[in-house]
């Protein structure tokens, strides 16, 4: 039900009669809402009916123009001093409406802009409706659901016997499988979550039973003592060491480094940032471009973007639609320059060093150019460096925050990728420098309202294209492979989970550009049944050949084999079916039916036409 209409007519009732006011506003209903189909304007003309029906007189007490301000000043606690700080001094103040009150003294220290990281943790507003409840006894220990959902706020817990025994009572709890003497649960901030109901989507569950079941949010506010409690245990480096973190289960024990972000209930976009931070989080530099990614990635004065135990995090910044890339290649240049002297000193000092230090300063050169081990290899260093005294130590330590290797990314959507910033992406893959650029495809400009971008397939209504988009969609892969030394992906989540996860470590893994497009459904696409089917979408999607998944690594043409793997199989269902679950397309057969039955047919072809191309691709090397 759209309550901005209700807001409307409550101001529309004021100036002129109710019958008027209700006739305009259920006029402008349908004329906005018509070519969504029947039941969308009735929902709306529903609403203005309930609004009408609302209308009653409350009288306000005469003592109320005096009423003292007597409620409890909030104030959050914590062990970071100055994310508490900002909490307390700027983040309450300015949520309440009240940060035009605030003195300039308030932001003494952050005159750089800088913000703390990990503030959007205190932002309890317990907005769902419904939570996902856990059923240990349907529970398979797959992690499907931490893995998908777009706020993590769902989270594996592993707890020894003795932390089991300590846990609320209200926390439930199995024995964990390949684990002898450790229990599993699966815990949920309940009074973060949005309530969008992916999660239980994707449960596999036991024999049609679901492990995760949604139910209402006020039966279900003590499960956040569970959260609570995961969160002070941490992350186990016994679990990472039987479950890796390279694969689906394994990654979901890693602690995400975005968290309760302000994006849409079943965002597509934010798990796929998610999965990132759990993998690189600890040693990321993100380059973000103004966008979505932007506003649930950076929205002050809260940060969804957080640290570790140990204090690290990812370095965030969001730079325009049109220099966005330039802005993340200037990040990467600005740190290597910085990290290549480092390198050099600790070269120098291992011609001379003896014993414990040169085996440090060795072990460090040896893996230079593998982030997770030589940030294993620079703690060492840096451990021998402080025990030895020497000067050449005490000059690399001015600067040891530049001696691990760096993750440099670059995000953003469709619309800076493939048009406003293109210039600038394409001219950072070409400079064969390690970035990793990540695009979240929403094909569409989803931010601004859903304007038609090169992302939008042929027949997809969006703004600027409201007769259906005629030419087929930019081919930002192919450009991408064109170069032969980029790496370059497509990947869809919701369609194979382990697909993704490969592609994210091996772009990051790989000592040059990499490219990654990722299929994320939006709002804007209008599925039927909403976000929380945004997995089944994109899985979907591939079935349906509307979207392919392929991974393009270079490194495989010089051990003599193809470079190119394609991912998808032959579709499997059909293509018209699935654009049918999807008002950006079925509102076309509304308006328009005979140039949507030739546009459709159009872009089924194009599909059809990639698909060969990409089977040829796979078949190179044969």
């Not at 309940?190 to 992916?198: A, F, N, Q, R």
């Not at 499960?223 to 480096?237: A, H, T």
């Not at 973000?288 to 929205?299: E, L």
């Not at 893994?509 to 089917?533: E, F």
Request: one cysteine or more.
């Amino acid at each position: 039900i759209n309550t901005v209409l209700q807001s409307a007519f409550f101001k529309l009732a004021n100036i002129i009669p109710i019958d008027d006011a209700i006739k305009y506003m259920k006029d402008a209903a349908t004329a906005s809402y018509g070519r969504k189909g029947e039941k969308i304007v009735k929902m709306n003309h529903d609403a203005i009916d309930m609004g009408a029906k609302a209308i009653v007189e409350v009288k306000v007490p005469e003592e109320w123009k005096n009423a003292p301000d007597d409620a409890p000043a909030a104030a959050v606690t914590g062990s970071r001093k100055d994310l508490v700080d900002f909490v307390n001094n700027i983040e309450i103040p300015v949520n309440a409406h009240r940060g035009e009150k605030l003195p300039v003294s308030a932001f003494k220290g952050a005159e750089d802009g800088t913000f703390p990281l990990g503030s959007s943790a205190y932002e309890k507003r317990g907005i769902a409706v419904d939570v996902p409840v856990w059923q240990p006894e349907n529970c398979i220990q797959c992690n499907f659901c931490s893995y998908v959902c777009p706020h993590a706020v769902i989270r594996p817990m592993v707890m020894t016997e003795e932390e089991a025994a300590k846990a609320p009572a209200s926390q439930k709890f199995v024995d964990m499988t390949g684990m002898p003497g450790y229990k599993f649960a699966i815990t949920v901030s309940v009074l973060d979550c949005t309530g969008c109901g992916s999660c239980a989507n994707v449960c596999p569950g036991k024999k049609g039973a679901k492990a995760l079941v949604m139910d209402a949010l006020d039966n279900n506010r003590d499960k956040q003592e569970g959260f609570n409690y995961n969160m002070e245990l941490g992350v186990k480096p016994e679990v990472l060491e039987k479950f890796k973190e390279t694969t689906v289960k394994g990654s979901q024990f890693k602690q995400p480094l975005l968290e309760f972000s302000g994006a849409c209930g079943g965002c597509g976009e934010t798990p796929y940032a998610k999965l990132a931070t759990q993998l690189f989080g600890d040693r990321m530099y993100i380059a973000n471009a103004t966008g979505c990614s932007s506003i649930w990635g950076g929205s002050a004065p809260s940060t969804p973007y957080t640290v570790n135990k140990k204090g690290f995090g990812p370095a965030w910044a969001n730079s325009l639609f049109e220099d966005n890339a330039e802005y993340g290649y200037g990040m990467y240049l600005a740190q290597a320059t910085l990290r290549n002297q480092q390198i050099a000193k600790v070269l120098e000092l291992s011609k001379n060093a003896e014993g414990a230090a040169k085996e440090a300063c060795e072990a460090y050169l040896a893996t230079v150019n593998d982030g997770k081990e030589n940030a294993v290899a620079t703690e060492k260093l840096i451990a021998e460096l402080e025990a030895c005294g020497c000067e050449a130590g005490k000059e690399i330590l001015k600067n040891k925050e530049f001696l691990a290797k760096k993750s440099n990314w670059i995000f953003g959507g469709d619309g800076w990728a493939f048009d406003i910033g293109f210039g600038g992406l394409d001219h950072v893959i070409a400079s064969g420098e390690d970035v990793n650029i990540l695009v979240f495809n929403t094909e569409v400009y989803s931010n601004t309202g859903g304007q038609s971008s090169k992302a939008t397939p042929t027949g997809a209504v969006a703004q600027f294209a409201a007769a259906g988009k005629e030419v087929k969609q930019k081919d930002l892969a192919a450009i991408a492979m064109s170069y032969g030394y980029v790496y370059v992906a497509q990947v869809a989540m919701g369609a194979d989970y382990n697909q993704c996860i490969k592609a994210f470590n091996e772009a990051e893994s790989y000592h040059g550009p990499s490219l990654i497009i990722a299929y994320a459904p939006c709002i804007n696409h209008g599925i039927k049944g909403g976000l929380v089917n945004a997995q089944t979408e994109i899985k979907n999607a591939v079935a349906a050949g509307y979207w392919h998944m392929f991974r393009f690594d270079p490194r495989l043409k010089e051990e003599g084999k193809n470079p190119f793997q394609l991912d998808s199989k032959a579709p499997s269902a059909s293509y018209a079916d699935f654009i049918k679950n999807e008002v950006r397309y079925t509102s076309l057969t509304r308006s328009f039916p005979e140039r949507a039955e030739v546009l459709f047919d159009k872009a089924e072809k194009v599909a059809a036409d990639k698909w060969e191309h990409l089977q040829k691709l796979a078949k190179l090397y044969e």
